[in-house]
């Protein structure tokens, strides 16, 4: 029987806690709405819990990143609060396996933009629009069971150009109401880790109660899982130890005219 999931959705919890309009769409914040639908999706399979910005180390400790398999994040207005030894903590986790799944605005999260080595940046405009989110790679794991395309009613525009690396994998591509499109399911790997972005998820639309993106996010987590063996050392490997037996010849510089030399 194959191990739990364990996932851990971080949210910012911002928006939630000053902005009354905020507060009456996600009453107990964003990260509590997105972890309960991993959480009724994934059944017996995952195990998920929540971390907020307001924790101890933002809820995401040396040994609790250390246990995690997929990390879920959302953040939007205090992406410069998330401390760099947090942020040093989770580019290792993912190097060494962890999956990241960036939603929205998280974008610019530090995390994010020091994996892709990017500034991330995009145009947008907030006018309650219309998006359609067409599947453009639908054999994908993480397109199961979504259609040719889904709409959302009204949300946040993200448009072109986009300032991250190509994407690895297309996953989902947004045609918004005004005329805009964007890249807005995007899979890449980082060492032994899987990334993806997710673009839908405006704090004052009510997104992720959405059954189209709350599939996506969890068919993400079962996507980004971690698999095979985490490796993020440079070990030695010393000639007792070598899967043939060899003999330990010593550095020597070699030149011309020397026998063996090519």
């Not at 996010?217 to 070598?242: E, F, M, T, Y």
């Not at 060899?246 to 090519?262: N, S, V």
Request: proline share 5%; with cysteine.
């Amino acid at each position: 029987m194959m191990n739990k999931i364990r996932v851990v959705v971080w949210g910012e919890n911002v928006h939630e806690r000053e902005d009354e309009r905020v507060a009456a769409v996600y009453p107990d914040g964003m990260h509590t709405v997105i972890a309960e639908g991993i959480r009724e999706r994934g059944g017996d399979e995952v195990d998920v819990s929540t971390a907020t910005l307001q924790e101890a180390e933002h809820g995401l400790t040396e040994e609790r990143v250390g246990e995690t398999d997929v990390l879920v994040w959302w953040g939007h207005r205090a992406h410069r609060e998330v401390a760099d030894d947090v942020v040093d903590r989770i580019q290792k986790r993912v190097l060494q396996g962890m999956g990241l799944i960036v939603l929205h605005s998280g974008h610019y999260a530090k995390i994010f933009k020091r994996l892709m080595g990017t500034t991330c940046s995009i145009t947008w405009r907030e006018a309650g629009e219309k998006e359609r989110l067409w599947v453009c790679n639908p054999g994908h794991p993480i397109a199961a069971g979504i259609d040719r395309y889904f709409e959302l009613p009204h949300t946040e525009m993200y448009g072109e150009p986009f300032g991250v690396p190509a994407p690895e994998e297309q996953v989902f591509i947004s045609w918004f109401e005004g005329g805009e499109v964007f890249r807005s399911g995007c899979c890449w790997r980082r060492g032994n880790g899987k990334v993806f972005y997710f673009r839908p998820g405006h704090e004052t639309y009510p997104i992720y109660y959405d059954e189209n993106v709350r599939r996506v996010i969890h068919n993400a987590v079962r996507w980004a899982r971690p698999q095979g063996l985490w490796i993020d050392s440079c070990p030695n490997v010393p000639v007792d130890k070598a899967p043939e037996k060899i003999e330990e010849k010593g550095a020597k510089l070699h030149k011309p005219g020397d026998e063996g030399y090519k």
